[in-house]
């Protein structure tokens, strides 16, 4: 009896070894790859911006301490004083500007303030005539700053934009409309094509003499063609029209799954209890969709965040450095540049923003959840 | 009050049709025309309709122009290459993460649920740093240890194997699996590498179908990654092919528009037969993402 009971136990061990055994072997491969190209350069990204990395260079790289980071992230102050002539009196421009010293003054190589060496301006404010100063900003990397900016304004606007319109374009389509499979289809067609493909034909719609300025022509007479990507006003929203237009129709099909789950009873039960339309949409559709919307919240957000192939095709970051994003001044200084250690430097930025956002996003929506 | 509510609807849909679908409309149309009636046509009716000087013109000289087939096949060769070897490990994994009982599973799976949630663009300049490093065996005549992968389809391939969304996947659709099936099989004596391959894959389809799907085509539309990565036409995806048309830009026209032409009428042919499939697919990783 009692050698019978050890064998049933060693056979019991045998078989939990052999299952770790066999499930560590089927994790391996997925695992160790994850950890090579996944992990290895998450930890990169959190240490290469204390270096001096160059991508080709055969040196070994050097720890530079905060070099990187207090020039992406350093910004300082000033306050210019207009110039005076002989009299007293502040000089103007011919146009009525008022002249200001030169910023050169300050920021200088050998300038007498150390904390505002080599930074460049990024914007002035609170210009007081009178008193002739005006503040100015400077900063180690003003367009790290605008391109961090430009970001999440793309972010701020497309999410809730293309999360919302995904919404009622599914509510559209989940109607019974004769031909509601045709329009999905078609609403969704976009979100097949590559962005690079999108970005190069409404490049060509947004030329001056593109086909938006030849509809509004004919619309609004006297109307002034729009070079709409190369104007500092127009750019951004320009980018901004094409991305949700190439990506709605992915979040309706979201959404739909998520209308989709919610029982018709529920909705029977409500029509009962003398709900109308409206009623059924505040009170039955959009609570059963909370889960839904916390994922088409964080899809949205990590996507809009990581902006980069409608820039690089069509605008390059520009005019001025309105269309700049973080992801394509990384690769601006990682790649072109060969700066590993800065481009790290801005990842490292980047990273932290999105986990901040993403636990933010988190909190928030844990509420919702429950 | 009903009526008229239908034909708003009817209305809304039909004017989103429109606009959802006249710039592709425009880009096959522009794609038959020689550039000068192309820019003529810009603005009117015309510009959506197959007139004028109609030819395959621009077509013959996308191939004159750039080796679109190479280009292509690259392409293709890394995105069903990634998908086919991304299937088997993510499988796998997401099998031990389902079924199984062992040690360091909690670990791993804590890494994948935060990595599902990092972009991709995060990671890709310390990943150009890391590829530029690591050493890769290198075959002609003798073998060769190289250091560097860039210029190569393994740098294009090998970091999109291992996917936090195709475990996920994977391992959410085991564990809807009833259990009795994986114990009668244990009973019988069956190993776990058989239950796998035998029992849980043949059954995975729908799983199987949407990491496919969501593998192969992020796969033939990336950009980022490859301009990055790949200086040599012989290696060069589909999508950075684009280039020799775009750094010139404003010139050729009618070429760029077959070129687009030829990237995304397959994929809509495609998707326009499996919509269910495609359609599904998403639908799903709404559900349980």
């Known amino acids: 009896m009692a050698t019978r009971m050890s064998d049933a136990r060693r056979t019991l061990n045998q078989s939990v070894r052999i299952e770790r055994r066999s499930a560590t072997l089927l994790a391996a491969p997925a695992v160790l790859l994850l950890t090579v190209f996944t992990v290895v350069p998450i930890l990169f990204a959190l240490t290469l911006g204390f270096t001096n990395a160059q991508l080709l260079s055969p040196q070994a790289p050097q720890f530079v301490g905060l070099t990187n980071f207090s020039r992406l992230l350093g910004v300082g102050e000033v306050t210019l004083h207009a110039q005076r002539d002989p009299q007293g009196h502040i000089v103007t421009a011919p146009n009525g500007d008022v002249v200001y010293e030169r910023l050169n003054t300050y920021t200088s190589i050998n300038s007498k303030y150390p904390n505002l060496r080599g930074k460049e301006e990024w914007f002035r404010f609170g210009e007081n005539r009178q008193a002739g100063t005006v503040n100015v900003v400077v900063a180690g990397d003003p367009l790290f700053w605008q391109s961090l900016r430009n970001t999440l304004f793309f972010a701020l606007v497309v999410v809730p934009v293309q999360g919302g319109l995904g919404l009622l374009l599914a509510l559209l389509v989940n109607e019974r409309i004769r031909g509601r499979n045709f329009f999905r289809t078609i609403y969704f067609i976009p979100t097949l094509t590559s962005m690079v493909v999108i970005s190069m034909l409404w490049g060509f719609m947004y030329q001056p003499s593109g086909m938006f300025n030849k509809v509004l022509q004919h619309v609004i007479p006297g109307f002034q063609p729009i070079d709409w990507l190369n104007d500092t006003r127009t750019a951004m929203p320009a980018i901004i029209v094409l991305s949700i237009w190439q990506a709605v129709g992915y979040h309706m099909i979201i959404w739909l799954g998520g209308l989709q789950t919610i029982p018709g009873e529920i909705y029977e039960a409500a029509r009962v209890d003398g709900a109308n339309k409206w009623h059924e949409i505040r009170y039955v559709t959009l609570p059963g969709l909370r889960h839904t919307f916390v994922f088409v919240l964080i899809t949205i957000t990590i996507a809009a965040l990581g902006l980069f192939t409608q820039i690089n095709v069509l605008t390059q970051g520009g005019p001025l450095g309105t269309t700049s994003t973080l992801v394509y001044q990384s690769v601006l200084h990682g790649y072109q540049r060969q700066e590993i250690g800065y481009g790290s430097a801005i990842s490292f930025v980047f990273f932290f923003m999105v986990l901040g956002i993403a636990l933010f996003q988190r909190f928030i929506t844990r509420r919702i959840d429950q | ?289």
């Open chain 2, 1 to 289: 009050m009903k009526l008229l509510f239908g034909l708003l609807k009817y209305a809304a849909a039909i004017l989103l049709t429109i606009v959802f679908v006249f710039p592709l409309v425009f880009m096959v149309m522009a794609s038959l025309k020689p550039d000068y009636n192309l820019l003529q046509d810009v603005g009117s009716i015309r510009s959506f309709l197959p007139v004028g000087p109609i030819s395959l013109q621009n077509y013959q000289g996308v191939f004159d122009r750039v080796p679109f087939l190479r280009f292509l096949f690259n392409s293709l060769f890394v995105a069903t290459t990634t998908t086919v070897l991304g299937l088997l490990v993510n499988s796998m994994l997401g099998f031990a993460l389902a079924v199984m009982k062992w040690r360091g599973k909690n670990v791993v799976f804590a890494m994948i649920i935060s990595t599902l949630i990092l972009p991709f663009e995060v990671i890709a300049i310390p990943l150009l740093y890391l590829m530029a490093k690591l050493p890769w065996i290198s075959f002609d005549g003798g073998l060769h240890l190289t250091q560097g992968m860039f210029n190569s389809y393994q740098v294009q391939i090998l970091p999109f194997i291992a996917n936090a969304i195709g475990i996920f996947l994977f391992m959410q659709y085991f564990k809807t699996l009833p259990k009795e099936l994986e114990e009668s099989a244990r009973i019988d004596g069956a190993s776990w590498f058989r239950i796998y391959a035998r029992i849980a894959m043949p059954l995975a389809g729908p799983a199987i179908g949407t990491v496919s799907i969501l593998t192969f085509l992020p796969m033939m539309n990336s950009y980022l990654w490859p301009i990055m990565t790949i200086q040599d036409e012989s290696y060069r995806p589909v999508m950075v092919g684009l280039q020799y048309f775009y750094v010139n830009w404003g010139t050729a026209w009618g070429q760029i528009m077959a070129y687009l032409t030829l990237l995304t009428v397959p994929v809509v042919i495609l998707f326009l037969f499996m919509q269910r499939f495609f359609v599904g697919s998403i639908a799903a990783v709404g559900v349980k993402g």
